[in-house]
């Protein structure tokens, strides 16, 4: 379950099994060489996509995964009892928020069941591949939007409470690339499979470079911005998306350092979202949706900022905090997401482990240690709680819960992982060289303008 405080008498969700919450203590299970209990979660989750889901009327796509469950205890003949599971897709959920992250999770978990254990017969299953093919079509169906990116609302992955990520959200769209690189592998190669995977490797070419090419920030893209022409109609247009430079924020000039970058949090028309996501940016380093020269720049940004990213407690979820007018309207006033407090800045001891597989991807374990070393220091004393306040994560989260198991697997996993170089490299993704120069639109056939891919690639391939 989420958390066990036995000091919590109102424990409202946190004494469900969330599918995001589980990957940590999964991961952790796998490197004890517990895989059974993994091999079951997967399976039981997996029935549970199939069940009904209803929200006044109206039922979600057939792929969608819930975001947790409870098991429950229900009574048959005399004194006879039946455990069940009761899934919540969203329709419990505060907000009512589907959650688009939780089938991204569950393929991502699959295929690192695979590689850790080596029993891809699990993967191979008729209705496990079912069932990547039913998240797969969920989330390739077409729709209107332009780009490549996930469109989502708020609330939909981690960031489970409005906080201004509605859109094209970063972590949804480096989990999304997880995904789509996690399914290319595990799919059965038969006529059935050819469309899809087809699907999912022209989805793959144009995400990459759409935010490779587009969420991309340091100081000389920044400087570009700053300078931009706003009102430009033409399909050869430098500013695309008619960014306004005075959408750059005070604490953006400031902050960026010489030497580093970050992807941004959001894209949309007229739109630029500065925050740092830690999750997405660390995610992006994992399934190589950066190139390697910005992954390379994230960790640069990481460590050059670490006052400010890990402080006294690692990891701030966003930098920097919403505060004033801009929480009272982006939030709605939100009491659990106040400035620099849970999802608004707050400090997440659940991200050491990514944090730890990107720093060991890019040959960095020191850094990742550095930061293992420091939550140790407090977390067992603080008894495992969920997040940390202020600025610089000095206190415990005002509604923090205590006993928070992704807290205590999240750092468990995270020192298996520097203590199995091996075991890691299996988690994470290479760049893909042969999809990058793959060009999947149809402008190079058309006699309309060509495919801007060309002019960029120097900058992707780096």
């Known amino acids: 379950m989420a958390a066990n405080d036995p000091a919590d008498k109102a424990p409202l969700n946190y004494d469900q099994v969330f599918i995001r919450d589980f990957i940590p203590s999964a991961l952790a299970f796998l490197l004890r060489g517990e895989a059974e209990i993994v091999r079951n979660f997967l399976l039981h989750t997996l029935q549970l996509q199939s069940w009904e889901k209803t929200v006044d009327c109206y039922s979600p796509g057939q792929g969608l995964m819930p975001a947790s469950f ?9 004194n006879k009892f039946e455990e069940v599971l009761d899934p919540d897709f969203g329709e419990s959920a505060i907000g009512r928020v589907a959650p688009v992250d939780s089938g991204l999770w569950w393929i991502i978990l699959l295929r690192a069941y695979g590689k850790i254990t080596g ?38 992955c981690m960031i489970d409470r409005r906080m201004g990520i509605h859109g094209h959200p970063l972590e949804i769209q480096a989990l999304f690339y997880s995904a789509l690189r996690c399914s290319r592998e595990m799919l059965s190669v038969d006529d059935g499979c050819k469309n899809i995977v087809r699907a999912i490797n022209n989805r793959l070419s144009a995400l990459s470079f759409h935010i490779r090419e587009y969420y991309w920030v340091d100081m000389k893209k920044i400087n570009e911005i700053y300078r931009y022409k706003t009102e430009e ?28 970058g970050y992807l941004i949090g959001n894209l949309q028309p007229a739109h630029m979202d500065f925050r740092f996501f830690m999750l997405g940016n660390l995610w992006s380093i994992i399934s190589s949706l950066g190139t390697p020269k910005q992954n390379e720049a994230i960790l640069n940004l990481i460590e050059a900022k670490w006052d400010d990213l890990v402080a006294c407690m690692p990891l701030k979820i966003c930098y920097p905090a919403l505060e004033f007018d801009e929480w009272r309207i ?26 730890t597989l990107a720093c060991m991807k890019m040959g960095r374990p020191e850094l990742a240690k ?28 005002k509604q923090s819960r205590l006993y928070q198991t992704w807290s205590i697997a999240g750092f468990l996993t995270s020192k298996r992982l520097l203590e199995n170089p091996e075991v890691a490299s299996l988690l994470f993704w290479e760049e893909d060289y042969e999809l990058l120069e793959t060009c999947v639109c149809a402008l190079s056939n058309s006699s309309r303008k060509k495919c801007s891919r060309g002019a960029a690639r120097s900058q992707i391939l780096v």
């Open 70 to 78: 409870k098991v429950r205890v229900v009574p048959l003949d005399e």
């Open 119 to 156: 029993d891809y017969a699990l993967q191979e299953r008729v209705d496990v591949q079912t069932g990547i093919k039913l998240i797969l079509n969920l989330c390739l169906s077409d729709g209107f939007d332009m780009f490549p990116s996930l469109l989502v609302t708020d609330g939909s």
């Open 233 to 260: 109609y033409s399909t050869e247009a430098i500013n695309k998306f008619n960014i306004y430079p005075e959408q750059i924020p005070h604490w953006l000039v400031d902050w960026i350092p010489e030497k580093g």
């Open 330 to 355: 982006i939030t709605g006033s939100d009491p659990k997401n106040t400035p620099w407090s849970y999802h608004n800045g707050g400090s997440w001891p659940v991200l050491l482990w990514q944090f």
């Open 370 to 397: 550095k930061a293992v070393d420091l939550a140790e220091k407090r977390l067992a004393v603080d008894r495992w709680p969920e997040y940390y306040d202020t600025r610089n994560g000095r206190f415990i989260g």
